[in-house]
């Protein structure tokens, strides 16, 4: 067996909170943790080119969709480019979902069996079928970094029967990507804890996950649209069964709260659109909460969007000119907006590496709730 | 009187075709001509930063509408906001034009007299009304380097008589938006000739416009959707006519074809929306013609847009990811065709300005037209 392509080293816990500080070690680049991953659905972050992702938002991995790519252009097509990679410009590490989320949301497109699930296509209704051994196939021709096992991401809310049936069924499909990846020299196959809010099935998710010794685990289905207060009862049980020498991956999330929480539950990885989404939307996050900057109260305001930020956007243009650029639909706004919120996760995770380090990152979160203007939890 | 805000200053005539290579010395920095300036309509250059305009394309000056800048965000908001430079965060010269052509072009809702002309806003179907002395107000308050003065472009083909009328008025609103205009030690009025097709009215209209002294001509009212035969016949009897000393600047011409007619004709600057607008619609201007990059043809092309550019795009991207950006309708693809298609101009103008210092602009019209394959003329 040779070198892994991604290792997980601990540099220091928080000891205010348990939380991790790491280094995952990947082949195309060390990545600091907790990080945040900005979301490159269609291989390009919406707006952004990889040298603005790098210079002015200090990205240090991205994710991309398996979903979006197979069905355009096309995973045999970017093989063909040369990877993921080089099809999109990018060297730094690259993580692909595994689809699952994507083609268990087209809630009437789509048939589950034990084999896998056929699915119609968003883009023009035509049927296609993922199965784990497809889905490695497609994320093995992609090429990211680390890949996602094809798992079921059952809706909130679900009854305990069918999230355990669904559970043990992903579990299966673990194995099955384990045995159908073909390059576990180069791209880590990381497992999708399931068990939806049932603590004991999630136990058991985890543990069967675990025997396969895989080089890293995610938490699926939490993050999903349920109240709060489930999130948080989900994550803090899971977060801290998971193995502590691998990466621990909360899928889906980038609100700063729910980065902050999952810091301090001892994830090391999460992944959101959120902040590229509200962008094209004209919402921007502040250290004092969201501003929506198409309000007319900004009409002439000639502040930055955060006058505590020193991104590009922040040092060269005013409130008043991006509400001008989001009412007369120009793209400078989305982008302008786009790095802001992406720094502003960034930075988010680079204060709480510090606060880890310093353990004092409780301290910190009740100072950045009171800010920002969150109430409670 | 005090030091100009615009001079020109002539350094060589191509002796093969009397085209003009000269230095427009500006508030803002120097322009060497002949100029292709890019049209940023609404204090933006379409999916572009001002730091790509200059860094990645090489522009030296750009074109912002007073039209659409008095709609929205209205000019005395960009004047509280410091005047456009600042608005836009750009510092090299900016041409406003004189909203003329928007105003005329809106058919059905605007009326014409003496004294101005009533229009209805695009956006809302508000009544506005546009006289010299208004337009003057607006782009004093933008606060541009060169303003262009008020002028009816009448459309194509107009008779004789109307298009006598509408000149002469042109005219009298010359006279009346040099003596509004407040700032003609910041900013440079410049004259537009019009008189359509007919070449005594465009010699009546040059001849009394240059006695007003200005610091600038344009050529207004071709280019204007008229067979490219009569585009060269009035450019190539206007140009050389207009004074010797001052730039002469034709309106709204961005093919490459149309451009080295104009240097060869004598001509020192141009605008056009062409590069940005066929770069949203998938389109690049390369050395060997127009590329359609959505085309079928493109799927699996991993060559550059033109394998003869360096610009940003063709250093880091391919055809087919180009093409697949488009058909996913990502913002990326828009933007790099954009940088691409501007910085085709911008390359095709410095290639022009070497040509006319070496005496053989004409052979280099005549390899670039087989080239990039126009037939003649």
Same mark, same amino acid.
């Given at each position: 067996?040779? %070198?892994? !392509? ?27 943790? !907790? ?23 200090? /990205? ?18 970017? &093989? ?6 080089? *099809?999109?410009?990018?060297?730094? #590490? ?37 199965? #784990? ?5 497609? &994320? ?33 499909? /673990? ?27 999630? %136990? ?10 895989? #080089? ?10 349920? !109240? %709060? ?10 977060? !801290?069964?998971? #193995? ?20 301090? /539950? ?77 720094? *502003? ?33």
């Amino acid at each position: 067996m040779g %070198k892994k !392509p991604v290792t997980y080293e601990l540099i220091h816990e928080c000891k205010q909170t348990g939380a991790r500080r790491g280094v995952i070690h990947t082949l195309h680049g060390d990545i600091q943790t !907790p990080v945040f991953m900005p979301v490159g659905t269609q291989a390009t972050v919406k707006s952004m080119t990889p040298e603005e992702l790098k210079e002015e938002v200090g /990205a240090q991995i991205i994710l991309s969709n398996t979903y979006h790519l197979y069905l355009r252009p096309g995973h045999k097509l970017v &093989e063909e480019a040369g990877g993921l990679h080089k *099809f999109m410009n990018w060297d730094r #590490p690259i993580l692909t979902d595994c689809g699952g989320f994507q083609v268990f949301s087209l809630q009437d497109l789509r048939t589950i069996e034990e084999d896998g699930v056929e699915f119609k296509s968003h883009l023009d209704g035509s049927k296609h079928f993922f199965s #784990p051994e497809k889905v490695m196939e497609i &994320e093995n021709s992609l090429g990211a970094d680390i890949i996602m096992s094809f798992d079921e991401c059952c809706p909130y809310p679900s009854t305990y029967e069918y999230t355990k049936q669904s559970m043990e069924r992903t579990t299966r499909w /673990a194995i099955r990507c384990k045995n159908a990846h073909k390059y576990p020299e180069k791209q880590a196959l990381f497992g999708i804890i399931q068990g939806g809010f049932y603590k004991d099935l999630r %136990k058991q998710s985890l543990d069967s996950l675990v025997e396969l010794d895989l #080089p890293g685990y995610a938490i699926g289905g939490i993050a999903i649209g349920e !109240p %709060k207060e489930e999130y948080l009862d989900i994550l803090r049980y899971v977060a !801290p069964l998971m #193995p502590k020498d691998k990466p621990r991956y909360m899928m889906g999330i980038g609100s700063p709260d729910y980065l902050i929480e999952a810091a301090i /539950a001892g994830i090391d990885m999460a992944d959101c659109v959120l902040p590229t989404r509200i962008a094209r939307h004209g919402t921007a996050l502040t250290s004092h909460g969201k501003l929506i900057v198409r309000n007319q109260t900004y009409e002439r305001d000639f502040s930055p969007l955060d006058p505590e930020c020193d991104c590009y956007t922040c040092r060269n243009y005013t409130r008043a000119y991006i509400r001008h650029l989001m009412k007369a639909q120009e793209i400078l706004g989305i982008r302008l907006l786009s790095i802001h919120n992406l720094k *502003f996760l960034t930075k988010l995770m680079e204060r709480v590496r510090i606060e880890i380090e310093n353990d004092s990152l409780l301290d910190f979160k009740n100072e950045f709730y009171k800010k920002y203007g969150y109430t409670k939890e």
